[in-house]
């Protein structure tokens, strides 16, 4: 009897048509799909090549300036704007709307 249940089964099974889904699969042409989205993006055919560890290219004094004023500018900001006290977020007073009862209108 278990040998004739395995033997349909299996008959069973080349009838289906419903394919286990390979998960890794998927994520790996999904990752694909996006770098390769990125890549036109970037007006590119292939990704740039590395540059060699510990390397760094020098930054221009010009925008190391700029981003020091801008983030001097922003930290003033912080500083001269109030607190918020979380009370001002709620509502102070209420008020209320009367309706018509319903077929009045």
């Known amino acids: 009897e ?6 349909l089964l299996g008959a069973a ?3 289906s048509s419903c394919h286990s889904l390979d ?3 998927a994520r790996r042409k999904r990752i694909e799909a996006v770098r390769g989205q990125i ?3 970037l007006r590119l055919t292939t990704p740039p090549s590395d540059p ?3 390397s760094t290219f020098p930054i221009p004094e010009e ?3 700029l981003y020091n004023s801008t983030q001097e500018l922003l930290q ?8 918020e006290d979380p009370q001002e977020y709620y509502a ?11 077929g009045e209108g």
Not at 2 to 7: G, I, P, Y
Not at 76 to 83: D, G
């Open 13 to 15: 099974r080349a009838f």
């Open 39 to 41: 890549l036109s993006k």
């Open 23 to 25: 998960l890794e699969a």
């Open 76 to 83: 003033q900001r912080a500083r001269s704007l109030p607190h």
């Open 92 to 102: 102070k007073e209420l008020h209320r709307i009367p309706m018509e009862p319903p």
């Open 63 to 65: 925008i190391r300036a």
């Open 52 to 54: 060699p560890p510990g």
């Open 2 to 7: 278990l040998a004739v249940l395995l033997t």
